[in-house]
């Protein structure tokens, strides 16, 4: 089944859940008191990137047909990325998953629920 989205042009970042735990850990632990750190993997894709992938890992091509079928919204957000600089430098903090590997990791509990 499609599922209608923007032309997907958005560039964002993606950050597995099990890195966002890790970089809490690592701010609680190093980070500096009372500085705020963005999360993120520090690594942006454009969304229809995305789309393609989970289309291609899931076998699913209808995806990619819903692509372009809605309209952007007035105020939306075309660049997502977090710039961990100062998270990776305070803290030593860096993303053991790829959106490759989170995908996969997704995909492998979904089907086991």
Known sequence: MPCNT????????YVYVDDIAKALWCIAKNGVHGKR?????????SLKSY???????T???ELMKG????AY?????????ADITEL??????TCDYG???????????????
Not at 67 to 70: F, H, I, L
């Open 59 to 61: 076998g699913s091509d």
């Open 37 to 45: 750190y963005p999360i993120g993997s520090g690594i942006a894709r």
């Open 67 to 70: 692509v372009g079928k809605m």
């Open 88 to 93: 990776t430098g305070d803290t030593g903090f």
């Open 51 to 57: 789309i393609a992938e989970i289309a291609e890992a």
């Open 6 to 13: 923007t032309p997907a042009a958005q560039i964002w970042d």
């Open 99 to 113: 959106f490759t590997e989170g995908l996969a990791k997704t995909i492998e509990f979904v089907s086991r629920s």
């Open 73 to 81: 919204r007035e105020d939306q957000v075309m660049n997502l990325l």
